[in-house]
Antibody, heavy 116, light 109 residues
């Protein structure tokens, strides 16, 4: 079965750091482009960033200087490292397989709460 | 930066009615790069339509997509109870790589 599963969400204080993980299975991970999308409470979907096969990344402007994405193809896992967290980063974070130009497989999401 | 504007924000319809959702881009985009998703409360989004008009695997044929250039449409021919949800359009491109519209909520009238 093709699936991705996020983990690592937590309650963190403003200014803190957190690393999310996304484990993939059922498809050729090393060839896949993976993306992170978030959704603040009661709001719409917001693209966070992507990582291509080979490791090139692209991040959205609001997180570009604070977040980074990496991958470990030996573990079929992609990571989202979040530093200098702000209250506005509070959201459900989804990992998805970016198949060509659209997200075909999504995880169930992991919740990040940034609060003092 | 290309912005996707979805309208209406909320669509109030009854089961069996036709739903027409709009996604307008601030600049012309390639149809290949336009997708639609459905999201129900507490669930992850689900891909409905890709390349503007191709249904994803397992999507009923009451869902259809159309459009080109700056104007794209998602049509649900006859609403079923399970179709009441929020719908998002999404564009792949550059600067930024991915963009979502603000969403249209289809609610029961």
């Amino acid at each position: 079965e093709v699936q991705v599963m996020e983990s690592g969400g937590d309650l963190v204080k403003p200014g803190g750091s957190l690393r999310l993980s996304c484990a993939a299975s059922g498809f050729t991970f090393k060839s896949a482009w993976m993306t992170w999308v978030r959704q603040a409470p009661g709001k719409g979907l917001e693209w966070v960033g992507l990582i291509k096969n080979g490791g090139t990344t692209d991040l959205a402007a609001p997180v570009k200087d604070r977040f980074s994405i990496s991958r470990d193809d030996s573990k079929n896992t992609v990571y989202l490292q979040m530093n200098s967290l702000k209250t506005e980063d509070t959201a459900v974070y989804y990992c998805a397989w970016l198949f060509y130009y659209y997200m075909d497989v999504w995880g169930k999401g992991t919740t990040v709460t940034v609060s003092s | 930066e290309i912005v996707l504007t979805q309208s209406p924000g909320t669509l109030s319809l009854s089961p069996g009615e036709r739903a027409t959702l709009s996604c307008r881009a601030s600049q012309s985009i390639t149809s290949t790069y336009l997708a639609w998703y459905q999201q129900k409360p507490g669930q992850a989004p689900r891909l409905l339509i890709y390349s503007a008009s191709s249904r994803a695997a397992g999507i009923p044929d009451r869902f259809s997509g159309s459009g080109s250039g700056t104007d794209f449409t998602l049509t649900i021919s006859r609403l079923e109870p399970e179709d009441f949800a929020v719908y998002y359009c999404q564009r792949y491109g550059s600067s930024p790589s991915l963009t979502f519209g603000g969403g249209t909520k289809v609610e029961i009238k």
